[in-house]
């Protein structure tokens, strides 16, 4: 158990996209918003290591945000 507790993954969730200069980016402070091009009732896409491995839907639990998968991604094994 202890070999398991030494691999690193990153994972990542993607919820939309949105184009700016990064001028514009620099200039953002905290508490800023990004217009994202996707609506409430799309999926988040849920990366491991850069790789596409299942969608899910953003859910809010308490004062947390989270990730419900809905769906795994099967692809090539190799």
């Given at each position: 158990m202890k070999s398991i507790e030494k691999v690193k993954v990153e994972i990542s969730v993607v919820l939309g996209k949105a184009a700016?200069?990064?001028h514009q980016l620099l200039k953002?402070?905290?508490?800023a918003?990004?217009?994202l091009d996707a609506s409430v009732?799309?999926?988040a896409w849920?990366?491991?290591?850069?790789?596409l491995v299942a969608r899910g839907e953003v859910v809010i639990v308490?004062?947390?945000v989270a990730v419900?998968?809905?769906e795994v991604i099967r692809g090539d094994p190799s």
């Amino acid at each position: 158990m202890k070999s398991i507790e030494k691999v690193k993954v990153e994972i990542s969730v993607v919820l939309g996209k949105a184009a700016m200069p990064i001028h514009q980016l620099l200039k953002m402070g905290r508490g800023a918003v990004i217009e994202l091009d996707a609506s409430v009732d799309d999926y988040a896409w849920i990366y491991v290591n850069k790789k596409l491995v299942a969608r899910g839907e953003v859910v809010i639990v308490g004062e947390n945000v989270a990730v419900s998968v809905t769906e795994v991604i099967r692809g090539d094994p190799s």
